[in-house]
């Protein structure tokens, strides 16, 4: 492994099924530290016990936990990686990292793609592959910024990419845990599109076929806020536009959760709109 000057930061939240895989994954990086939330079981002491300095602050968003660690992690470098305990790092991926840091990019970070895993397989259509986040970024030139449950970047600096992908369990917790985070989810992702639908004009559906993969897939999530039946809408995409159905009996499963969740969203909408209290 070439040598790898970058700083990780992982969050968690009740992460000891996850935290020491997790670890394992990035134990040829030299910094690695935890940005725990008040976890209630033993990750803190298991991400210790695996040589990670671990930091403790209250949640209020990925967003501003994100900034947090910006601002008080001692880092050992201005290049950061930020993972979540569910993903995993890849000897690839960390490979090419240290190939693009050693350059001293004028970048202010890079999107990096994830293969989501679910009952045993990458779901390589039902996952929409690739989806990228900015992962890989330098501290002094770029923040985040929080948008409906999640957090997007911002930075004056342009943005670079990476091909090589990590790996996401994202059922590793079970499926009930699945359920109740996406319950939380989207309440916050239908007080965004509230804010949306009020305060912007619908998006044009000619857009999708500019920009690239990250703006036509944001530009598509705006459009879906104002769209009725989205249930049925976000099931029809995934089995006949993303073909789910390649992935087999996994992919269809994981069509009907994200349809779920779209209904989950169309609901709180709702709710907000007609100014009923869930």
């Not at 590793?172 to 949306?196: C, I, N, P």
Request: charged content about 20%; overall charge positive.
């Amino acid at each position: 492994m070439p040598s790898l000057p970058i700083t990780v930061v992982i969050l968690t939240h009740n992460e000891e099924k996850n935290i020491e895989p997790c670890l394992a994954s990035v134990a040829s990086f030299p910094d690695v530290h935890v940005l725990d939330s008040g976890s209630t079981d033993a990750t803190a002491e298991r991400a210790r016990q695996c040589g990670a300095t671990v930091h403790t602050h209250p949640f209020v968003s990925f967003g501003s936990q994100r900034n947090w660690a910006i601002d008080h992690i001692p880092a050992r470098f201005p290049w950061t990686l930020h993972l979540d305990a569910d993903e995993r790092m890849t000897p690839e991926l960390a490979a090419e990292m240290a190939a693009v840091v050693a350059t001293g990019p004028p970048l202010g970070g890079y999107n990096v793609s994830s293969k989501l895993m679910f009952a045993g397989r990458w779901l390589k259509h039902a996952g929409d592959y690739p989806v990228y986040q900015v992962r890989l970024f330098h501290k002094d030139r770029l923040r985040f910024v929080d948008y409906g449950h999640g957090q997007r970047e911002s930075s004056t600096y342009p943005l670079g990419r990476l091909q090589q992908p990590y790996l996401h369990f994202a059922f590793s917790k079970g499926l009930d845990s699945w359920f109740a985070k996406h319950a939380v989810y989207a309440a916050q992702e239908a007080m965004q599109a509230t804010r949306e639908i009020a305060y912007t004009s619908p998006p044009r559906v000619g857009g999708l076929s500019r920009g690239d993969r990250t703006a036509r897939r944001r530009l598509l999530k705006r459009l879906a806020y104002h769209l009725p039946c989205r249930y049925l809408f976000r099931l029809a995409y995934m089995l006949f536009i993303k073909r789910a159905f390649l992935d087999g009996r996994a992919g269809v499963t994981y069509a009907l959760l994200l349809a779920t969740y779209e209904g989950m969203i169309e609901v709180h909408q709702r709710l907000l709109r007609d100014g009923i209290a869930p």
